[in-house]
């Protein structure tokens, strides 16, 4: 069947690339007491000499593992069940140049995980980046030590050549400054700095396939931009093959020649970009595509809901909100300088609508949420909180005796589904507290009550006995939900509420807040890195960069006709799910002053 | 930037040396009366007249009768110009008693805790790394044994051990020839000889909580992304393990220096009162209840001084290991 794919597929161009990893038939096994578990299951992929085969899935779909297992670093007490993994070294430039041309195929899933044959091959032939760069480098090495290494475990340089060729890489990845860079610590370096190190070193020994895990996952927009655009451009000038597992069907479309849909351990879909984002043969595939271009656009649902009740009253009035944090105090030094997290930022809620704050890390949408719920002393501006009975009031400055009826009307959820929720406690306990906590219910008429929530969320009322463990991210998320609206709030601070879920879950979690809003009558500040999900679900948006607001509007009139440069930039580097619309290379970063 | 840490840490210690002195002052005066009481009520329980004529005077000589603060800060400035006062009980300058004993404390201390790293380094590793094998099992057995069981329970064992089936009495760190002996190189190979069997006493129970400290520590660095990252560039497993995993679950184990010197030292006291050790565990416990307190109250700032010391080393040990720690 891939034959035929291919063959539909501009035939030339396979051909001329040769295959240089093959995976046939893998399958990997998990024994633990319970029996064996089987992550992947019968795989098959291909992957050519400059061409980049995405694998996309989502959770526990089995594609990083199929990655690792190509390497044979499987976590214990993993191990390959069935299946080959076949490297043509002679297809490669470097094995060509060893074999004099001569056909060398090796069969890595042969080899003994720990054996000297293995190892050659790992970061020599096949090197591989992963999802969160400040985990995946030493913390107490320096970026240099571990390129340096990487390079003398397979070439046989000197001390100085190696630190040569290290400082040449950063250089390569477009670290500035590579001369001292390569003496500094991970934690030196933010995100996107780490991930360019994470290649340089991947690049070290020059590998013929390059597998990439979840590369951007972990990054801002802008640096997910620059990073795929590296990845691509290395790419074509190496000549590596690139896997890239990815869940995020928009990079997919930027990225990828070949695309494999994987799901529950098995590929269900295979073949060209363009075949796969416009003829979708599986279910699965359609229902993922579909999941993603929903989200690209205004929900319909919120459409309907706005034009039949429109927006009220504001409920909120945020006027020159300012917070600082200060400086560290040292002894013996000057006191670091401190942090402006929100600077003088005026924004207004109103009655039944849901206002978008969209920025990435570090922008101070966290620390505005935060702000809001009142979790913050030493506020400069006014928090005016319109109440049921028309009376404002000032949030700032009030005791917290008078607080807390008002703890009441705004609630929050969570980014994190799993560590927002005590594990020791049920279900009931943690839907139930907070009315228990503020006396209004008890004993039975609680749990009736917690009942309610939970149908309200789309849960099972038996769930209420479960520890939270029992549940998966989405159920959890709702879990959260139901929390928060069980002592009947006005206003909901989200918090990034569906970066934790996978694409699927997402649009299913945002239509249930939907739902909720209009049942109850809420009204939302939606907190997201996410333009999709925020232009799918949100009325306005306010965009913030290092603590301001730099534009507010209409969401629909910011994301199709952005007023500030840095709403531009943005804009541009987010990838949409559409590869005849590859466009990262046309993006711009936003220099302040420019 | 290091350099910048380490002295900043050094100048740290200053103010907490003066806080232990002042400490260890306060100590030795807290007890209802002084020297001279305690004193008299020797010679008064031995039936011998008490002149208190002749009491006042030695009071006056010793300046007991100042307030607080002017006492100790002759003391101090005594201790400062290496003078640490008169003991009263042993009639003789307390530098020319304490050194000797303090010497082989210390010596005592630093060779169980070298023994305790050469244990509880390659277990601690052994059995992270064999999780949930024999091996593993053995050491955790042990482990738990030497962590239960009392120092001085394990001295009296060894100790009747040594006497029925070896005929050797096993207490003390010299043989009787050299007890009075001046240091030579003969001393020195017979305090070796006798050492090994405190040190083993003392170093069970933190040899074993050192593994358990190891092994908990590794297993959590064993399985973290960087892990991986380094086999996928194609490490061998044992230049791997030493080189991320075990390099990170070393820093609380260079931690425990701090806390574990002054432990021994303290711990040491009991053991060695069994093993009738010459260190300065006894000599203090003799010297407190006596209220000898010049000579009290030198081991009592040693030992501090020693544990503020311990701490600082550990810090800069850390600061070497840990980039992390010296850019805070």
Redesign the interface.
């Known amino acids: 069947m891939p034959d035929t794919m291919q063959a539909a597929w501009s035939p030339g161009e396979a051909e001329a690339a040769p295959v240089v990893l093959e995976v046939q038939g893998l399958a990997v096994d998990f024994p633990s007491r319970r029996g064996v578990f089987r992550a992947v299951d019968g795989v098959d992929l291909v992957l050519r000499s400059g061409r980049t085969l995405a694998v996309v899935g989502e959770s526990g779909s089995g594609k990083s593992v199929t990655a690792?297992a190509i390497?044979q670093?499987l976590?214990q007490p993993g191990r390959i069940a069935a299946g080959r993994v076949l490297l043509h070294r002679h297809h490669t430039t470097k094995g060509a140049a060893a074999s004099g041309g001569a056909e060398e195929v090796v069969e890595l899933s042969a080899l003994a995980p720990?054996s000297?044959a293995i190892?050659?091959?790992?970061?020599?032939d096949i090197?591989?980046i992963?999802?969160?760069p400040m985990?995946?480098?030493?913390?107490?090495h320096?970026i240099g030590a571990q390129i340096i290494?990487?390079i003398r475990?397979?070439d046989r340089l000197g001390k100085r050549a190696a630190r040569e060729r290290a400082i040449d890489l950063l250089r390569q990845v477009e670290i500035p400054r590579p001369e001292t860079a390569v003496d500094r610590?991970t934690?030196?370096f933010s995100g996107g700095m780490r991930q360019r190190a994470?290649i340089a070193?991947a690049l070290a020994c020059n590998p013929s396939v390059l597998i990439a895990d979840e590369p951007t996952t972990a990054l801002d927009v802008t640096t997910q931009a620059e990073i795929l655009d590296l990845i691509r451009r290395l790419q074509a000038s190496h000549g590596m093959a690139v896997m890239l597992i990815t869940h995020d069907m928009g990079v997919v479309a930027e990225m990828a020649d070949e695309v494999a849909v994987m799901r529950h351990g098995q590929v269900v879909e295979r073949g060209p970009i363009l075949d796969v984002f416009e003829r979708p043969q599986h279910d699965y595939t359609r229902m993922l595509l579909g999941a993603v271009r929903a989200l690209d656009r205004p929900s319909p649902r919120r459409l309907a809901m706005r034009a039949a009740n429109p927006p009220g009253a504001p409920l909120l009035r945020i006027e020159a909100l300012r917070k600082v944090f200060p400086g560290q105090r040292r002894i013996?030094r000057a006191a670091a300088p401190p942090v402006i997290a929100v600077d003088d930022v005026t924004l207004e809620l109103r009655a039944g609508e849901t206002l978008g704050v969209v920025g990435e890390s570090g922008s101070g949408k966290t620390t505005l949420g935060r702000c809001v719920m009142g979790l913050f002393d030493g506020l400069g501006g006014r928090i005016e909180y319109v109440g049921r009975d028309g009376s404002q009031t000032n949030l700032l400055g009030l005791r917290e005796s008078a607080l807390r009826p008002l703890r009441r009307e705004i609630r929050m959820v969570f980014q994190d589904p799993f560590s927002s929720l005590n594990p020791r406690m049920t279900v009931e306990q943690i839907i139930g507290e907070p009315m228990l906590v503020n006396g209004m219910l008890s004993g039975a008429a609680l749990q009736r009550r917690v009942a309610e929530l939970l149908e309200m969320v789309g849960l099972p009322a038996t769930a209420m006995e479960r520890y939270p463990h029992a549940f998966s991210g989405g159920q959890r998320q709702r879990i959260g939900i139901a929390r928060a609206i069980a002592l009947d709030p006005r206003v909901i601070v989200a918090d990034e509420p569906t970066s934790a879920l996978d694409v699927s879950l997402r649009s299913q979690v945002l239509d249930l807040l939907l739902d909720l809003q209009q049942r109850l009558g809420l009204s939302f500040i939606f907190i997201s890195h996410d333009i999709g999900v925020i232009r799918y679900f949100c009325d306005r948006v306010a965009v913030m960069y290092r603590g301001k607001v730099v534009e507010i509007g209409e969401t629909e009139a910011v994301c199709t006709a952005p007023q500030h440069a840095y709403t531009r930039a943005l804009l541009s580097a987010v990838p949409h799910p559409d590869p005849r619309r590859r466009g990262l290379s046309g993006r711009h970063r936003y220099t302040e002053g420019a | 930037m290091l350099l910048a840490f380490i002295v900043r840490r050094i100048l740290w210690t200053v103010p907490f040396l003066i806080a232990v002195s002042l400490v260890s002052f306060a100590l030795i005066q807290a007890p209802p009366g002084d020297y001279l009481t305690s004193f008299a009520a020797t010679l008064a329980a031995s039936g011998d007249e008490v002149d208190q004529g002749r009491l006042e005077a030695l009071r006056e000589r010793y300046g007991l009768d100042q307030p607080f603060l002017v006492q100790y800060w002759r003391w101090i400035s005594g201790v400062l110009q290496g003078d640490f006062g008169i003991s009263f009980e042993w009639q003789q300058p307390v530098a020319n008693l304490i050194w000797e004993r303090m010497g082989l404390s210390v010596c005592l201390a630093l060779g169980t805790l070298l023994f305790t790293w050469a244990v509880a380094f390659p277990v601690g590793i052994y059995s992270a790394v064999r999780k949930y094998s024999i091996g593993d099992y053995v050491a955790t057995t042990f482990g738990f044994i030497g962590l239960a069981t009392p120092n001085f329970l394990i001295a009296l064992v060894l100790m009747y051990i040594g006497v029925i089936y070896f005929g050797s009495d096993v207490s003390g760190l010299f043989s009787e020839e050299y007890q009075n002996a001046p240091w030579s190189w003969g001393k020195v190979l017979d305090l070796l000889a006798h050492l090994w069997i405190p040190v083993i006493i003392l170093g069970t129970s933190s040899s074993a909580s050192l593994i358990r400290i190891m092994r908990a520590n590794l297993l959590d660095e064993l399985h973290k992304p960087y892990v991986v990252t380094a086999r996928a560039k194609g490490l061998s497993e044992f230049t791997l393990l030493m080189r991320y995993p075990v390099r990170l679950a070393l820093n609380p184990f260079v931690s425990t220096i701090g806390w574990a010197f002054p432990q021994l030292i303290s711990g040491a006291v009991i053991t060695a009162f069994v093993l009738s050790l010459p260190t300065s565990g006894p000599l203090l416990l003799q010297a407190l209840l006596a209220q000898d307190m010049y000579l009290a109250g030198a081991f009592i700032l040693l030992l501090c001084s020693l544990t503020v010391v311990g701490m600082l080393v550990s810090d800069i040990l850390l600061a070497l290991i840990d980039p992390r720690v010296r850019y805070q």
């Open positions: 690792r390497l670093i976590d720990r000297a190892r050659a091959i790992r970061g020599r090197a591989m992963f999802q969160e985990s995946s480098l030493s913390p107490v320096t290494e990487a475990l397979h610590y934690f030196e994470m070193m013996f």
